[in-house]
């Protein structure tokens, strides 16, 4: 199992950029797949972007196409979230998690999450 913790939100303005880092404890980080999700005041969780252990595939919310970049760094534990061209509507708590799986509901995890991270755009 792996424990992930989130860094790297802050308050940044329209059009701006933030990069998300997830950590993770636990030595069998590189078996599993990895993805971000995010949750906004008043609304449910909902997947962001994912990747597999293995770097072949990366999936995106069309909400963060074209503006988000998930990567991972097997060596060091440790995926990515790129955001640039960010949006008020973005402005949510990012949680990190692992084990991402695809099933009748959409995306999820049936990893450990973590605490999450406040990204907070203003207009």
């Known amino acids: 199992q792996v424990q992930p913790v989130e860094s790297g939100g802050g308050l940044v303005q329209a059009g701006g950029s933030l990069r998300l880092s997830c950590a993770t404890s636990?030595?069998?980080?590189?078996?599993?797949?990895m993805g971000w999700f995010r949750q906004a005041p008043g609304k449910e969780r909902e997947f962001v972007a994912g990747?597999?252990?293995?770097?072949?595939?990366?999936y995106y919310a069309d909400s963060v196409k074209g503006r988000f970049t998930i990567s991972r760094d097997n060596a060091k534990s440790t995926v990515y979230l790129q955001m640039n061209s960010l949006k008020p509507e973005d402005t949510a708590v990012y949680y990190c998690a692992a084990d991402l799986t695809w099933g009748p509901t959409g995306w999820s995890a049936r990893g450990s999450w973590g605490q999450g991270t406040q990204v907070t755009v203003s207009s």
């Open positions: 990747i597999t252990y293995t770097y072949t595939s990366t």
């Open positions: 636990g030595r069998t980080f590189s078996n599993y797949d």
